[in-house]
């Protein structure tokens, strides 16, 4: 994950949020997670969460996902 | 085993190209897994620079010894437009381009060793090394 792919990330996050949507990016790599910080790139306002399912729980706990439909 | 490559830097694709030689040389070196991404990392940015600003040039991957030491030498130079302002290149958020302006100074904080000479209209050449602990 280099300035550039962050940047794309971000970007992607803003629009779906215009659209009304909510993004949690979840997955990324202890490895991944270290050069970020190193390089100085934050994902200023866009949550984040382990993997896939404590995503979708970020979600339900702000009622924009109904794990039981 | 060859202990230099050069990759030559036109396309986006050659950026992805250039990060994975870059690990496979560095792997057999003995650096950990963490380490391994922050060359490829740096790699990335400089190679994403040259494709951006520069359009084409190459990146040469090197293994050093320097007495007991064994690292990874990556020297990218490219023939471009230059740097006119290189201590402003490597502040955080400075950018030309409208980039997060991270690359340059973020690349030099994943590096042991970074040295960047630029001249306006010839191109730009930058120097970082990373040595095994």
């Not at chain 1, 909510?22 to 382990?50: K, N, R, Y």
Request: glycine share 10%.
């Amino acid at each position: 994950m280099d300035s550039f792919a962050s940047r794309t990330l971000r970007h992607i996050a803003y629009m779906t949020k215009l659209l009304g949507a909510q993004t949690v990016i979840v997955g990324i790599q202890p490895d991944i997670a270290f050069s970020m910080v190193q390089l100085g790139l934050t994902l200023e306002g866009i949550e984040t969460a382990l993997d896939l399912e404590e995503g979708l729980m970020c979600l339900a706990r702000q009622g924009r996902y109904n794990r039981d439909r | 085993m060859t202990d230099e490559v050069r990759v030559p830097i036109n396309a986006d694709s050659d950026v992805v190209s250039a990060r994975r030689q870059g690990r496979t040389l560095a792997e057999p070196l003995g650096f950990s897994s963490s380490e391994l991404t922050f060359i490829a990392t740096a790699i990335s940015e400089v190679a994403r620079n040259i494709v951006r600003y520069a359009g084409q040039g190459t990146i040469i991957l090197r293994c050093v010894r320097e007495g007991d030491k064994r690292g990874l030498l990556i020297v990218a130079c490219d023939h471009g437009p230059g740097i006119a302002d290189v201590v402003q290149a490597m502040q955080d958020g400075y950018s030309t381009s409208g980039s997060l302006g991270m690359g340059l100074p973020g690349a030099r904080r994943l590096m042991d060793a970074f040295d960047i000479v630029s001249e306006v209209g010839k191109g730009t050449r930058v120097s970082m090394r990373k040595w095994v602990r």
